[in-house]
Structure formats: C-alpha cells, structure tokens
C-alpha cells in the first residue's frame, strides 16, 4: 500500500509525500502501514517494534496532520508530547519531525528538551510555546516546575521505547507526567520489549488500543549476518584491529561494558591509526553529537560505546556492530544488532566470544532463539580452554537483572582493572 492510501488529508498528503521524498522513502514499513491509518482515525495503539521499524513516522505523519485540524493560540499550546528514554533519540526524533513539517502550509514549532545540558536555553525555547515537545522525562518535570511549559491540553502522548524508559528508571517521573495530562487524550506507546511491567504500563494508560506487533529480531531482519568469532578476551582489540583493516570496514559501532573500556580501546585503536572515538554517559551533550557528526561524514571510522550511550544512535547504512564485550542481557543483544540492517540496510553483528563468556553467549543465544556458528580467525585462536575465574567479568554480568547489582558492579570494577593491562 503507497503512502497516498494511508487516510491523510488531500490537503496535506502532497506536503507530506514531498518530505518522505527527501528522506529516500519509497513505501510504507509494515508499522507504518498499520499504524498510521488507526492514528489518524484517533485511537490508541501499541506498538512492537524496533528502533529501526520506521516508528518514528509512523506516529509524527498523523500527529503532524492533526496538528494542523487543531485550533492555535497564543502562547501556542502543547498538542503533541513524545516521551524518550535519551537525549541522543530525543535530537533524532525531533529532527525527523522537523523534516517531515518541513513542506507544511503553516508553520509547525517542535522543541527537544533533555537533560546534562543548560536549561536555560531550553526555556527560552519554550516562550512563546511549542505545538510538539520530545522530551526525556526528568527535564520535562524540571521544566514544568519552571513553568516553562503547560501540557494539560496535550491530545497525543507518544511513550517511545517504553521498556528503556523503565530500564532507565523513569519510572516514577513518568507517573507523574500522566498525572499531570488531560485524561482524554490519544495515547502511542511502543515498546521493542514486553515484559510485566510494560504490560502494566500499556493496560493502565491505553483505551481499546490498536496492537501492532511488527515480528522481533531476527525474522524481520534476516539481512543481518550474525557471527560469533571466538577469541582470548586479552586478544579482542588486536582482533578487532585486524578485522577492521582486513574486512575493510568503512564503519564499525564497537561495544563495550564500561566507560574505561571505550576510552581505551578508541585509544588503542587510534595508536594505529584507526579513526576511532568512545562515546559514553560520562561526555559532554557536545563532545557526542560531535562524535555522532564525524561518524556520519565518515571522518571517524569506529565508534566504541557503552549501550545507554549508544541507544537512539541512528546512523543509515551502520554496516558493522560489534559485541566487543558480550552484551548483559538477550534483550540489549536485540537493541545492539538492531543498530545495524535498519530499513531494508544489510549488516554485519559480530560477536566475541572467549572461554569467560560462551555460557553467557549460549543462554542469549537461547533467549533470542538463533545458534550462531563459531568461528575462529588465523593467528587468533583462543589458547584459553577453561573458563578462568571471571575472565571477562564485563560480559557475564547476570543475565537476568536490569540494573547492576553490587555483584554487577564487583565485576565492572574487575572489568576496569582488566581493560587497564590490554
Ligand atoms: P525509526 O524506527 O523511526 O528510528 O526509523 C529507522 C530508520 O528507517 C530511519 O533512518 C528512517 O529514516 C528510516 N525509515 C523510516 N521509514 C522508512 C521508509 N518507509 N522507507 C525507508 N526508510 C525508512
């Protein structure tokens, strides 16, 4: 189905098809197709589905349009609030809103708020209103305490990655987010995961919601080529040398468990001349969208990352993810390899393994459902046999818990002592 049968307005639909043609789009994502007809109807929807599905546009076409049926005022009033778990998905988002406005009869004002920066600015953004606000939860409520903002006549809520936003314990800001929104409203909410507390969350705020389940990872990105390269741990960064000059990767998104670990393995990257940056909590807002600059004009060629920091990193054609530290949980393996093959993109996730970390590889590998071949590369054959004790402590931390336990966090510090003799 074109995107000219999705149910937008005559009106609008040029403005809309010339924008969507800017950014390369030829049809509708499954998402799109099934969600975009029962928003623009008014009814809620749940969404399954990726970072990578097409969601973003699949909820920001038809608020656009109703934006435009809405009466203005002066300050204008807050029609459309979009929730993120990250500063780095926040400035994706309401970049791909602000291009999908772009060729629209009147003028549609979208402001991005989040947190580690100055408020002030964003304050001073806000005067004078904004019809659609994405924001992180905790600078929302910061801001509102400043009276920077209303959203009590907010008519569309969008919780995007809903499981990150809990992940991330925005838990309790977003209880009172809800509170403070009018209760009739349309309500979007989608999620890549849903365990219990999701579940709760969508049955507590959603009335007869459409559900939409666009199939996990792996099915619906079969052009993603797992492989699993086994490898002494104290070997990963000569190996991941050697296979970004031997494989000629233009790209690579490498990683890691902890801050320490990027720093380093970026600078040892660099001492050979690898065009190579960390990217971590611990940056300034600045220094990463620095860095997420170059790496899209090519000019850094990996990128070495911790996983809070690198959600929401939307980069197309992201040919190379590698698990240089196994990721701690099935589902951050989802997120991780989902950064790669996004919209049709094929890609390459590659994995290390060493003797430490094939029982934790093994149960993600179970709870994903796929078996990924072993494979050994010439001249860096694992010499370890036997899991020593916590060999790779950063990538076995538990499978199961969300956040660190004191146990979680034995091991990073054992982790950073590592990393310090690579
Ligand atoms: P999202 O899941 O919204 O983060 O989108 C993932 C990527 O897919 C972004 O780079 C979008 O620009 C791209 N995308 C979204 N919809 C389409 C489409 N219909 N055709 C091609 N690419 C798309």
């Given at each position: 189905m074109p995107f000219s049968s999705l149910g937008f307005s005559p009106a609008l639909l040029p403005a809309f098809l010339r924008a969507i043609g800017d950014k390369g789009y030829r049809a509708p994502t499954a998402i799109q197709s099934q969600a975009i007809p029962a928003i623009l109807l008014g009814r809620d929807v749940v969404g399954s589905a990726q970072?990578?599905?097409?969601?973003t546009a699949a909820f920001a076409l038809p608020m656009l349009q109703q934006l435009a049926n809405a009466p203005t005022g002066t300050p204008r009033p807050t029609r459309g609030l979009i929730l993120v778990p990250t500063r780095e998905l926040a400035a994706q988002v309401g970049e791909a809103i602000a291009g999908f406005a772009k060729y629209l009869p009147q003028r549609v004002k979208v402001a991005v708020v989040f947190g580690g920066v100055s408020i002030n600015p964003q304050m001073m953004n806000l005067r004078g209103g904004a019809d659609i606000v994405v924001a992180t939860p905790g600078r929302l409520l910061d801001l509102l305490e400043h009276n920077?903002?209303?959203?009590?006549?907010?008519?569309t809520l969008v919780l995007d990655e809903a499981d990150r936003l809990l992940d991330l314990g925005f838990g309790e800001e977003l209880g009172r987010i809800l509170e403070l929104l009018p209760p009739r409203r349309q309500n979007l909410f989608f999620s890549a995961t849903f365990p219990p507390a999701i579940e709760v969350l969508a049955e507590s705020m959603l009335h007869d919601p459409l559900r939409i389940e666009v199939q996990a990872v792996p099915e619906t990105k079969p052009d993603i080529a797992q492989r699993a390269i086994q490898v002494d741990a104290s070997r990963r960064t000569q190996l991941l040398r050697h296979l970004v000059q031997t494989e000629k990767w233009e790209r690579a998104l490498v990683f890691v468990a902890t801050k320490h670990a990027a720093e380093i393995v970026a600078d040892k990257l660099r001492k050979v001349h690898i065009e190579a940056e960390p990217f971590h909590g611990e940056l300034s807002q600045g220094k990463r969208t620095q860095v997420l600059q170059d790496f899209r004009i090519k000019a850094v060629q990996v990128v070495v990352a911790t996983d809070v920091a690198a959600r929401?990193?939307?980069?197309?054609?992201?040919p190379v993810v590698v698990n240089y530290d196994l990721p701690r949980s099935a589902v951050d393996y989802t997120h991780r390899i989902g950064?790669?093959?996004?919209?049709?993109e094929s890609g390459l996730a590659v994995s290390f393994v060493s003797a430490g970390t094939e029982a934790h590889f093994k149960l993600i590998e179970k709870r994903q459902g796929i078996k990924v071949q072993r494979e050994q590369v010439e001249g860096f054959e694992?010499?370890?046999t036997l899991a020593p004790?916590?060999?790779?402590?950063a990538s076995t931390?538990?499978?199961?818990?969300k956040r660190p336990s004191k146990k979680d966090k034995l091991r990073e510090a054992a982790a950073r002592a590592q990393t310090q003799d690579k």
């Open positions: 970072t990578g599905s097409g969601k920077a903002l209303k959203i009590s006549e907010v008519s929401g990193i939307d980069i197309a054609q992201m950064r790669t093959g996004r919209a049709g694992p010499l370890e004790n916590a060999a790779d402590p931390g538990g499978i199961k818990g």
